[in-house]
């Protein structure tokens, strides 16, 4: 009985730490999937954890982190991080890096249209 029961138990339990979901623009996706989602592996390789994408496009809720970050009106989607925690934060890290430019880039557009 003990093993059925450690079979059935879910992998990477919960935990401080062990999972994170952060948001990006939904326009952004290709780059932090890659083509044929070198990216997503490379992170995975890289850190050890394991990166999953949603599909479904949502708005960041007016006064949110997200939508001071990227504007209420800009569509997001979720990206979920599992993981140990050194690896989560290792690839919340990389995630940052490879969408940091992009990130830039729109800002400028925004301010600029604003003027």
Not at 11 to 21: I, L, M, P, S
Request: hydrophobic share 35%; net charge positive; glycine share 12%.
């Amino acid at each position: 009985k003990q093993q059925q029961a450690q079979a059935k138990a879910p992998r990477g339990g919960g935990g401080a730490g062990r999972e994170r979901v952060v948001h990006y623009p939904s326009e952004h996706m290709g780059v932090l999937i890659g083509k044929a989602g070198r990216s997503k592996e490379a992170i995975e390789q890289a850190t050890g954890a394991r990166l999953v994408f949603r599909n479904n496009d949502t708005r960041a809720p007016p006064g949110s982190a997200e939508a001071a970050r990227f504007g209420d009106d800009v569509p997001v989607r979720a990206v979920r991080i599992r993981g140990k925690p050194e690896a989560v934060a290792s690839a919340a890290a990389m995630l940052e890096e490879y969408i940091a430019p992009h990130l830039e880039g729109n800002a400028r557009e925004r301010r600029d249209r604003r003027r």
